[in-house]
């Protein structure tokens, strides 16, 4: 009998998740948007997280991005703090600029940008075992 395959948490499989590519469909295609406002916000807030993001960042860089764009808000050079995660939601906001850098694609991305920071919020509420 083969070994049985190595576990992994939901954290770990969810950190694998490409969510560069989930915001770029999920934001200019209806059938994605399921996928990027669930599994894509979970896997984003768990890669920001163990960075140690705060969530009223994300709720910041949400507001940039509805007033000014996805274009200008990936175009900041420090749109978090700390420069890992920085670099990673720079990646992630430029290729959705790209393709979806409309009004409406901005909206989208804001909502998610703050759907992200409450799912951060809640998993340290969480760790906290504060309600």
């Known amino acids: 009998m083969p070994p049985a395959p190595d576990s992994r948490t939901d954290d770990e499989v969810l950190a694998a998740t490409d969510v560069a590519v989930l915001l770029r469909y999920g934001l200019t295609q209806d059938a994605f948007r399921t996928a990027l406002f669930g599994d894509g916000a979970v896997a984003a807030a768990v890669t920001l997280d163990r960075l140690g993001v705060l969530p009223r960042s994300l709720v910041f860089v949400a507001e940039i991005v509805r007033s000014g764009g996805l274009a200008y808000a990936a175009e900041l050079p420090e749109p978090l703090p700390s420069p890992e995660p920085a670099a990673i939601l720079r990646d992630w906001l430029s290729g959705a600029a790209q393709t979806a850098g409309t009004p409406e694609g901005d909206t ?16 340290r509420a969480t760790r906290e075992g504060t309600p």
């Open 108 to 123: 989208w991305a804001a909502r998610w940008l703050a759907a992200v920071a409450e799912i951060i919020a809640l998993r």
